[in-house]
């Protein structure tokens, strides 16, 4: 429980950080506008702190449901259901602004 609460805090300071990158930099740069990612505008651009956030995400998910299976074919199902579910939650902060 503590851990989901601390991935969501994390992820929201992440994205809280990101709108004040953003504010600050159209104040610095009016002319200019920053490049976002088109398929998922809240991920950072850096590929690391990227990598990061949707590790996040993914042990948030993957602490939600039951313990991964033995079985290869069970498993193989585990994964296509986790994989589905941070597919969602993606799609779903892709529209989340906390600033």
Request: with cysteine; glycine share 0%.
């Amino acid at each position: 429980m503590i851990e989901a609460l601390l991935a969501i805090l994390a992820l929201t300071l992440i994205v809280c950080w990101r709108c004040a990158c953003q504010a600050s930099a159209r104040e610095r740069h009016a002319t200019q506008q920053l490049p976002q990612s088109k398929s998922h505008p809240f991920l950072p651009e850096d590929a690391v702190l990227r990598r990061h956030v949707i590790s996040l995400v993914h042990h948030e998910i993957e602490a939600t449901l039951p313990p991964r299976p033995s079985d290869s074919v069970l498993l193989r199902h585990h994964q296509a259901l986790l994989m589905t579910k941070l597919e969602q939650r993606l799609a779903e902060l892709r529209h989340y602004r906390t600033c």
